[in-house]
C-alpha cells in the first residue's frame, strides 16, 4: 500500500480541493439539485409520455402500408410548406407509432405531432405537458432555450470540475472505501453518505457529467472553434463529425416503402428503425433517411438514406465512420441511459437519485461542519423537500385541472421553500423543522396518490386490461414512499432515535 | 431465458468482485504492514479482477462490448453501496450541538464576482482554445480532433473553475489562464 500512499495528495493540495470543491458546489448547489432529479425522473420519459396520454389501443408493429397512409394523411392536410416530415417507429417503451411535421418557417407555433394507430389512421394531436414541464427543467431549467441548454452544459461541466476536486480532496479514498457511520454525529453521517455514494459511482456520475456538459456546449463550442478554423464553417464543422447531406435532384415520385424496408432488412438485418424521415418532401430534392439503431451499438442509430422510388443512396457511417464520429453519436444514449432495456433504466433512475443526493449532503455537510444552523441552511432543506412536492403538484394540475405545470412548477417551490423559513425561529427549533419536512414528504406521497387515481379515473382505465398504466403509477407512488422510510432503523432496528433527522 | 441468466451470473461475479475488495480492504486494517497481509491483499486483488473478467465473459457475447463496459462499470456502484449499508455502523448520540447564526465573510463582494467572471466566461473561452490547440497537436484528423476538443473542454473548464475558487493566491490559476491563451494562440493563429 504504500504505492497508494506515495499516490496521496498532499495536505495542502486536499485542502485547497476541499475548498474549491466546497464554493463551486455551494454556488451551483439548487440548480445541480434540480438538474440531478429532473435527470433520474426523466430517464423514463417515453414511459411518462405514454402514462400522461394514455390509449386504448397500443402495438409494437405497424404495417408499411399504414406508414404511408399515415404519412400521405399529413401531407395532404398540411396548411403549411413542409420541410421535413418524420415517423417515428413502436417501441418497447412507448408501443404507439407518431408522426411529427416540421415546417419551412420554423416561426409557425401551430400543432406539429400525431398519434397514429395500427391502420395509419391520424389521430390525436400528441400532448404530454407534464413530461414537456420535467424535460424542460431537466434540458433548459425553463429558460429560453439558448440560454438553457447553455447553462445545464455549464452544470455538466462544473460537475466535472467537482468530480477532479473530489477525488483531489478525498486522501483515504481508498482506507474509507467501505466506511459509513450512522447517528453518531450528523457530520461525519453526512460525509460518509456522501463520500461513499460518490466514490463507488465515479464512472458514472464522469460519463454523465461530461456527456451531459457535451450535448449542452456544443452550440457555444461550435461558434468559438468556428471562428479559430479558417477553413471550416459551423455547418461544415457539423457535416465533418456527423456526416453531411446527399444531394438530390430528382422528379417527384410516389415513396416506395416496402423497396426501402426489403433493402434495409437485407442491407442491415439487425437494424430496427427507430424513425424514418421524408426530408424536403414534394419537391426534387426529396428523400428518405431511415435511422435504425444496430444490436449491441452505444452509437444513437445509423441513417441510411433512399431515394423515393427505394434505390439506395447510402448511409451516415456513424457506425463504422471515424472514432470521433462513433464516440459523439454515442454520447446521447450514454447520457439518457438508452440501452439495454429497462434494467439499465432503473439502474440510471438509481444512480441519478444518487447524484441528487451527493448534491444535497454536500451543502449539509458545510453547515454541519461550521456548526451552522442559519436561515440559508433551513431554505436550503425547505428547497429539497418542496421539489418533489412540487413536481407531484405540477402533475395534478395539469392532469387533473389542465393548468400551465411550469408556473405551477416554480410557484409551489417558492411557496413551501419560503414556508420553511417560518419553522426557522419558532420555539420548538428543530422539532418543527423535522416535522415540517415530514409533511412535506407526506403531501408529496398524498398528491401523486391523488393524481395517479384522478388521472386513471379521467381515462377510464381498467386494471386488468390497463395493467401497465397502474403499475406505472404505483412505481411512482413507491418512489415517494421511499424518503418516509428511516431504512436506518429498518436495517439496524437496535438503534436509538437520534436527535436529528438526517437528510 | 439465456440472456437473463448470464445478466445475473454476470452480476454474482460482480458481487464477488466487490466483496474481494472489501475483503482485501480488513486486510489492510487489521495486517498493515506485514508481509502476510500484503500478499493477502493481493491475491484478493487478482480474484476481483479475474471476477470482472467473469463478469464480462457472461455479458460480453449478449451484450456486446460497449454496454458490458458500462455496465461493469455502473452495476459495480449500487452492489458496493450494498456491501457499505450492510456493514454500517449505527450509533445514538443524545449531545446536542451548539450552532451559531453567522460566519465572519472571508472575501470581498468584489473579489467574489472577480472570481465569478474569470471562472465564468473567462475560463470557458480559454478552455475552449486550449482543448482545440491540446486536440490539433495530438490528432490529425480534423473531425476526431473537433469531437476531441468538444469533449475536452468541460473537463478543462471545470478544472479551472475549481482550481480559481479553490487557491487563496489567484494569481497562481491566473497565470495557468494566460500560458494556456499563449500556447494554445501559438498553436491556432
Not at chain 1, 450528523?186 to 450535448?215: C, K, M
Amino acid at each position: 500500500m504504500s504505492v497508494l500512499k506515495k499516490l496521496a495528495p498532499s495536505q495542502s493540495l486536499v485542502k485547497q480541493s476541499l475548498r474549491g470543491h466546497a464554493w463551486v458546489g455551494l454556488f451551483w448547489a439548487a440548480l445541480l439539485y434540480l438538474i440531478c432529479l429532473s435527470g433520474a425522473l426523466v430517464v423514463f420519459y417515453p414511459e411518462m409520455e405514454r402514462w400522461e396520454q394514455p390509449m386504448k389501443s397500443e402495438y409494437q408493429q405497424i404495417s408499411d402500408q399504414a406508414i404511408n397512409s399515415a404519412l400521405h394523411q399529413v401531407q395532404a392536410d398540411s396548411p403549411h410548406v413542409l420541410d421535413s416530415l418524420y415517423f417515428i417507429y413502436p417501441s418497447d417503451d412507448l408501443p404507439r407509432a407518431h408522426v411529427s411535421a416540421v415546417y419551412q418557417d420554423k416561426s409557425i407555433e401551430t400543432e406539429s405531432e400525431w398519434w397514429v394507430d395500427e391502420r395509419g389512421q391520424v389521430k390525436e394531436t400528441v400532448s404530454a405537458p407534464w413530461t414537456e414541464m420535467m424535460t424542460g427543467l431537466h434540458i433548459y431549467l425553463h429558460l429560453p432555450h439558448t440560454l438553457g441548454i447553455i447553462i445545464v452544459g455549464m452544470l455538466g461541466a462544473m460537475m466535472c470540475g467537482l468530480l477532479i476536486s473530489g477525488v483531489l480532496a478525498h486522501p483515504n479514498l481508498f482506507k474509507d472505501a467501505f466506511k459509513l457511520r450512522l447517528g453518531c454525529n450528523r457530520h461525519l453521517e453526512q460525509t460518509d453518505i456522501h463520500n461513499r455514494l460518490s466514490v463507488w459511482s465515479l464512472p458514472f456520475f464522469f460519463v454523465v457529467s461530461l456527456t451531459g456538459a457535451y450535448i449542452g456546449l456544443f452550440g457555444v463550442s461550435l461558434v468559438v472553434v468556428d471562428w479559430f478554423e479558417k477553413d471550416h464553417d459551423s455547418e461544415q464543422i457539423i457535416s465533418e463529425v456527423f456526416g453531411g447531406d446527399p444531394e438530390v435532384q430528382e422528379p417527384v415520385v410516389p415513396i416506395d416503402l416496402a423497396a426501402i424496408s426489403t433493402d434495409l432488412k437485407q442491407r442491415a438485418p439487425g437494424a430496427e428503425p427507430i424513425y424514418l424521415v421524408i426530408q424536403k418532401p414534394q419537391t426534387e430534392g426529396q428523400y428518405v433517411e431511415v435511422a435504425a439503431t444496430l444490436p449491441q451499438r452505444l452509437i444513437y442509430s445509423e441513417i441510411y438514406r433512399y431515394h423515393s422510388d427505394g434505390r439506395f443512396i447510402d448511409y451516415q457511417h456513424l457506425s463504422d465512420g471515424d472514432l470521433g464520429r462513433q464516440v459523439a453519436y454515442s454520447s446521447y444514449r450514454t447520457h439518457f441511459g438508452h440501452f439495454g432495456g429497462l434494467s439499465t433504466k432503473i439502474l440510471y433512475l438509481v444512480l441519478g437519485l444518487a447524484m441528487a443526493v451527493i448534491t444535497v449532503t454536500g451543502v449539509n455537510m458545510w453547515f454541519e461542519k461550521r456548526k451552522l444552523n442559519n436561515r440559508w441552511y433551513t431554505l436550503w432543506r425547505g428547497f429539497v423537500w418542496s421539489t418533489p412536492l412540487a413536481m407531484a403538484i405540477s402533475a395534478c394540475s395539469v392532469l387533473l385541472f389542465a393548468l400551465n405545470p411550469v408556473w405551477v412548477f416554480w410557484s409551489a417551490l417558492i411557496l413551501f421553500s419560503l414556508l420553511t423559513l417560518g419553522t426557522h425561529k419558532q420555539a420548538e427549533g428543530l422539532m418543527a423543522q423535522r416535522a415540517w419536512i415530514v409533511y412535506l414528504k407526506l403531501a408529496t406521497l398524498v398528491v401523486l396518490v391523488l393524481t395517479v387515481g384522478g388521472h386513471s379515473l379521467n381515462h377510464d382505465l381498467g386494471l386488468t386490461e390497463h395493467g401497465w398504466y397502474w403499475l406505472f403509477g404505483l412505481g411512482a407512488v413507491l418512489l415517494a414512499v421511499m424518503p418516509l422510510i428511516n431504512f436506518r432503523r429498518m436495517w439496524h432496528p437496535a438503534v436509538k432515535p437520534v436527535t436529528e433527522e438526517p437528510l | 431465458m439465456a440472456v437473463f441468466a448470464s445478466y445475473l451470473l454476470a452480476l454474482l461475479s460482480l458481487v464477488a468482485a466487490v466483496a474481494c475488495w472489501r475483503q482485501a480492504q480488513v486486510f489492510y486494517r487489521q495486517k498493515s504492514g506485514t508481509k502476510l497481509g500484503g500478499w493477502w491483499r493481493l491475491a484478493l486483488l487478482v480474484i476481483s479482477v479475474l471476477l470482472l473478467w467473469l463478469a464480462w465473459k457472461f455479458w460480453q457475447p449478449q451484450q456486446g462490448a460497449e454496454f458490458t463496459l458500462f455496465f461493469i462499470l455502473f452495476h459495480s456502484s449500487w452492489l458496493a453501496w450494498l456491501v457499505v449499508v450492510l456493514q454500517a455502523k449505527v450509533k445514538y448520540n443524545s449531545k446536542s450541538v451548539k450552532t451559531v447564526e453567522q460566519l465572519p465573510a472571508e472575501k470581498s463582494w468584489w473579489y467574489k464576482s472577480a472570481v465569478l467572471f474569470l471562472a465564468g466566461p473567462v475560463a470557458l473561452l480559454v478552455s475552449i482554445m486550449g482543448a482545440l490547440a491540446l486536440s490539433q497537436v495530438v490528432i490529425e484528423l480534423k473531425s476526431n480532433q473537433w469531437v476531441l476538443a468538444f469533449t475536452l473542454m468541460p473537463l478543462v473548464w471545470g478544472g479551472l473553475a475549481v482550481w480559481l475558487a479553490a487557491d487563496r493566491q489567484i494569481g497562481r490559476p491566473l497565470t495557468a489562464l494566460v500560458v494556456i491563451v499563449l500556447c494554445s494562440s501559438v498553436v491556432l493563429l
